[in-house]
Nanobody
Framework: QVQLVESGGRSVQAGDSLKLTCVAS?????????MGWFRQVPGKAREFVAS????????NYADSVKGRFTISRDNTRNAVYLQMNSLEPEDAAVYYC??????????WGQGTQVTVSS
């Protein structure tokens, strides 16, 4: 079973940048794995933010973050990152890392809080 630990969340001002990190442990991530970032605000369902395939590094983004957020990975560190630029108050949420294989998603991390002040 993969364990995921996120870090990097903090309070920032609108327009600032922030980089989140998720480190996976517990097993070797095989080539069919993917990693993603989701976020959740109180009272709403978790929403997809971005994903990346472990083997080829193919990325996918929610429309709301395209052009501002970049997901990347470091296979040697079993880490995935989310670089967030031009942050907006609407980006404030708990950000969760998630892993999956093929078309499914499985393990969640514990989340890291991002606060954006206007």
């Amino acid at each position: 079973q993969v364990q995921l630990v996120e870090s990097g969340g903090r309070s920032v001002q609108a327009g600032d940048s922030l980089k989140l990190t998720c480190v996976a442990s517990g097993r070797t991530l095989s080539n069919n794995y993917k990693m993603g970032w989701f976020r959740q605000v109180p009272g709403k369902a978790r929403e997809f933010v971005a994903s990346i395939t472990w083997n080829l590094g193919l990325t996918n983004y929610a429309d709301s973050v395209k052009g501002r957020f970049t997901i990347s990975r470091d296979n040697t560190r079993n880490a995935v990152y989310l670089q967030m630029n031009s942050l907006e108050p609407e980006d404030a949420a708990v950000y969760y890392c998630r892993s999956g294989a093929g078309s499914g998603w499985t393990v969640w991390g514990q989340g890291t809080q991002v606060t954006v002040s206007s």
